[in-house]
């Protein structure tokens, strides 16, 4: 099982992010051999930017493809709420947000060790494993 963090999706569906090739080559792999998990306030992030940056028409036409794509769906309740504030007390001299503490949160709950991302503040957490498909 893996987490992959929203910056990771936006780039992937974002034609014009400099980082959308990269995002595209990296994920097409890893949704063949890996277990990928969502929380639903990624999923949220992630429809935020797609409507932000590509209109209300186009962005919905991504979520709703995004949606299609085989994760698994961690839903936020008062326990992970509970969890994520946690890992935000534990975890906030890292750069780590209130979003990011929840990605935490999720991965601790169903131990997972491994996230793919371009955030950097995660490769200050030390029981994770940071995959970063996107070349400096």
């Known amino acids: 099982m893996i987490f992959v963090d929203s910056n ?13 090739k990269a995002a595209v080559n990296f994920l097409i792999k890893i949704l063949e051999k890996e277990k990928i998990i969502m929380n639903t306030l990624i999923i949220m992030e992630i429809s935020h930017y797609l409507i932000k940056n590509l209109g209300p028409i ?3 036409e991504k979520i709703k493809r995004f949606l299609e794509f085989p994760f698994v769906i961690e839903d936020f309740n008062y326990e ?7 890992s935000l007390v534990s975890y906030s001299h890292t750069g780590i947000g209130g979003r990011d503490a929840s990605i935490l949160a999720t991965m601790k ?14 490769k ?3 029981f ?6 996107i070349k400096p």
């Open 128 to 133: 994770i494993e940071i995959i970063d498909p």
């Open 58 to 60: 186009k962005g919905q």
């Open 80 to 86: 992970m709420l509970l969890d994520s504030i946690s």
């Open 109 to 122: 709950k169903l131990n997972i060790k491994k996230i793919i991302t371009h955030d950097k503040d995660f």
């Open 8 to 20: 990771i999706w936006c780039y992937f569906f974002d034609e014009s992010a400099k980082e959308h």
């Open 124 to 126: 200050k957490i030390d």
